[in-house]
Nanobody, 122 residues
Framework: QVQLVESGGGSVQAGGSRRRSCAASGDDFGGYCKAWFRQVQGKVREVLATSEHDGSTTYADSLKGRFTISQANPKNVLYLQMKNLQPDDTGMYYC????????????????WGQGTQVTVSS
């Protein structure tokens, strides 16, 4: 099991950057599929990026290369670097983890961070 604690939310102006962090405790985080999600009010929670057990990553096409998922060494902190933020990026951001491979999990992750709000003003 892992426990996930997020930080790095808040407000930012359009065009700005923000880095989200997700600190894991418990099991070795390297043995998990890890992901970042975003939930915009009134919409379904969407997956933004995933990081597989082998370090390979995937991204939502809609991000257009603006976000980067990465891990710290030792591998117990997950990051989401967000650049050129726009008002449409406003929402609740969540990190998630699951011991299965990402291709098996899809959106059904077993462990979730508490979520933090990111607000982008124009």
């Amino acid at each position: 099991q892992v426990q996930l604690v997020e930080s790095g939310g808040g407000s930012v102006q359009a065009g700005g950057s923000r880095r989200r962090s997700c600190a894991a405790s418990g099991d070795d985080f390297g043995g998990y599929c890890k992901a970042w999600f975003r939930q915009v009010q009134g919409k379904v929670r969407e997956v933004l990026a995933t990081s597989e057990h082998d370090g390979s990553t995937t991204y939502a096409d809609s991000l257009k290369g603006r976000f980067t998922i990465s891990q710290a060494n030792p591998k117990n902190v997950l990051y989401l670097q967000m650049k050129n933020l726009q008002p449409d990026d406003t929402g609740m951001y969540y990190c998630a983890a699951d011991p299965r491979w990402c291709t098996s999990v899809k959106t059904d992750f077993g462990y979730w961070g508490q979520g933090t709000q990111v607000t982008v003003s124009s």
